[in-house]
């Protein structure tokens, strides 16, 4: 267990819905970073948080957006859902986000299916 | 932009055996690279780790190898076993903009009994 939480496991939605998705670092870790994982792909960088500001974006689509809340924890919000959207969602956290040595630690994921 | 290759996309072994997985970086100011390990349907684990003042560094069954002027890093897993098998992925942190990971695009790896 890394520490870092995300909710929910799983969800099941239909094209052109809204989702959000809820992500908790591990204790005492300011940045959280957004990973989309498509099947059998590897890992896209969508957006890096530290200590509620943006600090990185990725190739993060204009239907995404994310935040990052006073109590650390952070949100994905995917809207106009495509079937293409269907994927792996990890979070990860880091302590700072600022050293060049920072190790992340991801959370298990959520998975969408978009039908 | 940056990005970091990685080969062989699959690769199977008997048990026992060695497996080596190549990466290469292209952002010459990255310092710090990953390797995670990820089995189906799970998150991606941190294995090991090099920083770039160090040339190897090994953790029992797993060695990681670093060679800077050339770009490159290799994971060598040695006496394979059978919970191995998983997809493995290489990083390495980039300072263009900001710091993150750039993340290869992964070897999935069998281990035949």
């Known amino acids: 267990d890394s520490g870092v939480t995300q909710t929910p496991k799983h969800l099941i939605t239909a094209t052109g819905q809204r989702v959000t998705l809820r992500c908790s670092p591990r204790?005492?870790?300011?940045?959280v970073y957004w990973y989309q994982q498509s099947l059998d792909q590897g890992l896209q960088f969508l957006i890096q948080?530290?200590?509620?500001?943006?600090?990185a974006k990725g190739n993060i689509l204009e239907r995404f957006s994310a935040q990052q809340f006073p109590d650390l924890h952070s949100e994905l919000n995917l809207s106009s859902l495509e079937l293409g959207d269907s994927a792996l969602y990890f979070c990860?956290?880091?302590?700072?986000?600022?050293?060049?040595?920072?190790?992340?630690?991801f959370g298990p994921g959520t998975r969408l299916l978009v039908l | 932009g940056e990005n970091v290759e990685q080969h062989p996309s699959t690769l199977s072994v008997q048990e026992g055996d060695s497996a080596v997985i190549k990466c290469t970086y292209s952002?010459?100011?990255?310092?710090?690279f990953p390797w995670y390990k990820q089995e189906l349907g799970k998150r991606p684990q941190l294995i090991i780790d090099?920083?770039?003042?160090?040339g190897e560094k090994k953790d029992q069954r797993i060695a990681v190898t670093l060679n800077k002027t050339a770009k490159h890093f290799s994971l060598h897993i040695t006496e394979t076993q059978p919970e191995d098998s998983a997809v493995y992925f290489c990083?390495?942190?980039?300072?263009?903009?900001?710091?993150?990971?750039?993340f290869g695009t992964g070897t999935r790896l069998k281990v035949l009994a």
């Open positions: 990860a956290s880091s302590k700072s986000g600022q050293g060049y040595q920072e190790t992340q630690y």
């Open positions: 204790s005492g870790d300011l940045s």
């Open positions: 948080y530290y200590n509620g500001e943006e600090r």
């Open positions: 952002d010459s100011a990255s310092n710090y």
């Open positions: 090099i920083r770039s003042n160090v």
């Open positions: 990083a390495a942190s980039t300072t263009s903009g900001t710091y993150k990971y750039i």
